[in-house]
């Protein structure tokens, strides 16, 4: 049952433009929820959070937005940049999960020149 | 740099065999994960201890146990090795266990042939 979903595995945009990934979850109870960033052979490196008692929170050229009634969020990029370029998981943690993280299976993001 | 260091970085063992992980966490961080990432697959929770006491348990094998040392150094043992055990194992540490980042290793890679 996979409780945290990206359904886009990859994903291609022009430097400078907006970069949208997108992530659903189904379970109820997540109320803290995550984008990381993971480049090849390296770890994934936290990148921004979201509390359910906010629907958008911003770190520079990112943005995560929440929907909790359509259980979505999706983090934004703005501008894109060739650095940029990584696999970006969605994770999703709550009341009664230890503070353990349910992650996506991850986007796959290219920034083109 | 995440500040959470794993150790071996590479590992090949044949079946049958046991290997043990290690991780040490972050400096101050209490809390200590254990993720399995398969081909091409999102990271999959295993195990979680707080303090040097088990925490929360996740898809993790009878095969596998964990333990984290009064150091909060933590080792995760695979035992009975098969082939469906080469994966990606990283280890990530938070400093409490409510809603907060987790900081991940940059993993040590099994292969089991």
């Known amino acids: 049952d996979q409780q945290v979903k990206q359904n886009s595995p990859s994903l291609s945009v022009q430097e400078g433009r907006i970069s949208i990934l997108n992530c659903d979850y189904t379970n109820s109870m997540f109320d803290y929820f995550l984008w990381y960033k993971k480049y090849p052979a390296e770890g994934p490196t936290f990148l921004i959070s979201i509390s359910s008692i906010k629907d958008k929170n911003e770190d520079g050229r990112f943005t995560v937005f929440l929907n909790k009634s359509a259980k979505h969020l999706s983090l934004h990029i703005v501008p894109s940049q060739p650095g940029d370029s990584a696999v970006y998981f969605c994770?999703?943690?709550?009341?009664?999960?230890?503070?353990?993280?349910?992650f996506g299976t991850g986007t796959r993001l290219q920034v083109t020149l | 740099d995440s500040g959470v260091t794993q150790t071996p970085k590479h590992l090949i063992t044949a079946t049958g065999q046991r290997v043990t992980l290690r991780c040490s966490p972050r400096s101050g961080d209490l809390s200590v994960y254990w993720y399995q990432q398969s081909l091409d697959q999102g990271l999959q929770f295993l195990i979680q201890y707080y303090n040097g006491e088990e925490r929360a348990k996740g898809n993790i094998l009878e095969r596998f146990s964990a333990q984290q040392f009064p150091d909060l150094h933590s080792e995760l043992n695979l035992s009975s090795l098969e082939l469906g055990d080469s994966a990606l194992y990283f280890c990530a540490s938070s400093l409490t266990t409510s809603n907060s980042p987790l900081h991940f290793g940059n993993g040590t890679r099994l292969t089991v042939t």
């Open positions: 994770a999703a943690s709550g009341t009664g999960t230890a503070s353990k993280l349910t």
